[in-house]
């Protein structure tokens, strides 16, 4: 038989080692839960990222951002529970203009704090972190032409909000800087997706891209408003399967907005 001491030493480690399996044990249980809570409270934050740009002038002219077009679904989104934020390829006070009258309700939005904060500071592509939005929203104007149609890294965004469930939705113009969006695999995003776009006819004729053509070339179905009802109120394309929604419009783009929070707001094994 070993001598006391020896035995004393065993038996201490042994309890030692006893001691140390149960918390980690207890450990293991604490950062599990930990790991759920955190991560339940990731499921049930939902934001949206809304694409706007720098491109202040054109042709010395005021331009960005149509105004309606990210102010309506800005209020949208917060009015549903969702929480909004601007990014620009720069970051920093994002172009946005308007054109004749301004209507009340929309200069109501205008005038808030909230959209003051989230246009005069907008986040860049570097400050992004795809995980935490929900979905993708790209509104017309023609800034976005000039500086987010090409911006590779606002594509990468998308492309990952995309891939993880996310839900895109474009209105107007908004449809020009999905062109470019490639996924994983090398698809382009468009691919085999019907879009509701602004049409060609009723644009300017300096626009340095044609969106109709582009977007066909990359596989996209585009629709346009064609009939004398589609002319006046636009096209809207509620695409659940493919989780893309669109509006022909800038009126359309505050139902776009709608449209999308209802769908972010159902589980994500619902869409």
């Known amino acids: 038989m070993p001598p006391l001491v020896d035995r004393c030493e065993r038996g201490g480690a042994l309890m030692f080692l006893l001691w140390q399996r149960h918390s980690m044990k207890k450990n293991l249980i604490l950062l599990f839960s930990i790991f759920c809570l955190v991560n339940t409270s990731l499921a049930q934050t939902k934001k949206v990222l809304i694409v706007s740009t720098n491109v202040d002038t054109?042709?010395?002219a005021p331009n960005g951002t149509f105004l309606m077009e990210i102010?309506?679904?800005?209020a949208a989104f917060t009015k549903?529970?969702?929480?909004a934020d601007v990014v620009t390829p720069k970051g920093g006070k994002a172009a946005i203009y308007h054109t004749n009258t301004l209507p009340d309700s929309l200069a109501a939005i205008q005038q808030s704090e909230m959209f003051?904060?989230?246009?005069t500071h907008s986040l860049a592509p570097d400050q992004v972190v795809a995980f935490d939005y929900s979905?993708?929203?790209?509104?017309?104007?023609?800034?976005?032409?000039?500086?987010?149609?090409?911006?590779e890294n606002i594509a990468k965004i998308a492309a990952?909000?995309?891939?993880n469930r996310g839900i895109v939705g474009s209105a107007g113009h908004g449809p020009v800087s999905l062109i470019n969006i490639k996924l994983s695999d090398g698809t382009f995003l468009v691919n085999n997706k019907d879009i509701a776009c602004f049409p060609k006819y009723a644009s300017a004729?300096?626009?340095p891209i044609d969106w109709e053509v582009e977007l066909t070339k990359r596989g996209a179905k585009i629709v346009l408003p064609l009939t004398a009802v589609e002319k006046d109120k636009g096209v809207q394309l509620l695409d659940k399967k493919n989780r893309i929604i669109s509006g022909s419009f800038a009126?359309?783009?505050?139902?776009?907005a709608e449209q999308m929070a209802i769908l972010i707001r159902e589980p994500d094994s619902q869409r």
């Open 71 to 74: 102010a309506y679904p800005l």
């Open 205 to 207: 004729k300096w626009l």
């Open 160 to 163: 990952r909000i995309y891939e």
């Open 116 to 119: 003051i904060d989230k246009t």
């Open 80 to 83: 549903a529970g969702i929480e």
């Open 135 to 151: 979905g993708i929203f790209y509104p017309g104007g023609g800034g976005q032409f000039y500086d987010v149609v090409n911006n």
């Open 251 to 256: 009126e359309n783009a505050e139902w776009v």
């Open 58 to 60: 054109i042709q010395d």
